[in-house]
């Protein structure tokens, strides 16, 4: 059973910086990425990265988050700089692959919140 490890959320004023990293179990041939959700809203893609450096991001963060993984580590990270409150929600982290055996498993997230 797949279990990620999240951390480096936090309480940043806008204009900031923070980095998440997740840390797997279960790796290889596998999709890693960041996904978000504020109160009242739907779940979102923040970003997505293969387990050959593709990397794919949503609108809202274009050009100011940057996804990297570390297979050596079974490890992805999200920079986010230049953060704005309405980055504000909990970051989850998941840990896909599409082909047999196949698995969709979810970090228990974790908060960020860009307030000054």
């Known amino acids: 059973q797949e279990q990620l490890v999240e951390s480096g959320g936090g309480l940043v004023q806008p204009g900031g910086s923070l980095r998440l990293s997740c840390k797997a179990s279960?790796?290889?041939?596998?999709?890693m990425g960041w996904y978000r959700q504020a109160p009242g809203k739907e779940r979102e893609l923040v970003a997505t990265?293969?387990?050959?450096?593709?990397?794919n991001y949503g609108d809202a963060v274009k050009g100011r988050f940057t996804i990297s993984r570390d297979n050596a580590k079974n490890t992805v990270y999200l920079q986010m700089d230049n953060l704005k409150p309405e980055d504000t929600a909990i970051y989850y982290c998941?840990?896909?692959?599409?082909?047999?055996?196949?698995?969709?498993?979810w970090g228990q997230g974790t908060q960020v919140t860009i307030s000054s």
């Open positions: 279960v790796f290889g041939a596998n999709t």
């Open positions: 998941n840990n896909k692959r599409a082909v047999t055996p196949r698995f969709d498993y």
């Open positions: 990265i293969t387990s050959g450096g593709t990397a």
